[in-house]
Antibody, heavy 122, light 108 residues
Framework: QVHLVESGGGVVQPGRSLRLSCAAS????????IHWVRQAPGKGLEWVAV????????YYADSVKGRFTISRDNSKNTLYLQMNSVRAEDTAVYYC???????????????WGQGTMVTVSS | EIVMTQSPATLSVSPGERATLSCRAS??????LAWYQQKPGQAPRLLIY???TRATGIPARFSGSGSGTEFTLTISSLQSEDFAVYYC??????????FGQGTKLEIK
């Protein structure tokens, strides 16, 4: 079974940091680009960041650029999102999602994790 | 940034009837368009990619059409499990992937 499982969410104060993880299983993790997508409570989906299969290419939404860092450890089949200088508007469920086609970075997202909730509040 | 606009915001349809959801892009995205279904408390699920290709395991009652700026998701005969929120997403203007605001499909 192909799975992505997020962890690391919780309550964090504004301006502080948090690191999310996404553990992959059931497929060759190192062959796929992976995205982070978030969803604020009661709102729609917002793309956050993507990392290429080999970790060499990373792209971010303007809303998180300079504050969030996406990375991966292919030896551990794990994706990360380092969230620094968090703001109230970062409050959301964070999903990791796999790209449909191996190696490609531009494609639909076929496998999603169950999400991890991040709440930014003092 | 490409803006994706879905209509209507809410669609009320009876079980067994056809539902037609629309998605418009602010500029051409070719056929680089996906549709997702999301139920409360769940992650989105990929339904359609490439504007018209059903993802693995998706029933044939789901179909997608369109290219360029105008796209449609059609559910031919609504089942109870189809009532959910549906999102379109463009992946043409990468890496600035953008989603529509969603259409809530509710039971009439």
């Amino acid at each position: 079974q192909v799975h992505l499982v997020e962890s690391g969410g919780g309550v964090v104060q504004p301006g502080r940091s948090l690191r999310l993880s996404c553990a992959a299983s059931g497929f060759t993790f190192s062959n796929y680009a992976i995205h982070w997508v978030r969803q604020a409570p009661g709102k729609g989906l917002e793309w956050v960041a993507v990392i290429s299969f080999d970790g060499r290419n990373k792209y971010y939404a303007d809303s998180v650029k300079g504050r969030f860092t996406i990375s991966r450890d292919n030896s551990k089949n794990t994706l990360y999102l380092q969230m620094n200088s968090v703001r109230a508007e970062d409050t959301a469920v964070y999903y990791c999602a796999r790209v449909l086609v191996v190696i490609a970075i531009r494609d639909a997202f076929d496998i999603w994790g169950q999400g991890t909730m991040v709440t930014v509040s003092s | 940034e490409i803006v994706m606009t879905q209509s209507p915001a809410t669609l009320s349809v009876s079980p067994g009837e056809r539902a037609t959801l629309s998605c418009r892009a602010s500029q051409s995205v070719s056929s680089n368009l996906a549709w997702y279904q999301q139920k409360p408390g769940q992650a989105p699920r990929l339904l359609i990619y490439g504007a018209s290709t059903r993802a693995t395991g998706i029933p044939a009652r789901f179909s997608g059409s369109g290219s360029g700026t105008e796209f449609t998701l059609t559910i031919s005969s609504l089942q109870s499990e189809d009532f959910a929120v549906y999102y379109c997403q463009q992946y043409d203007n990468w890496p600035l992937y953008t989603f529509g605001q969603g259409t809530k499909l509710e039971i009439k």
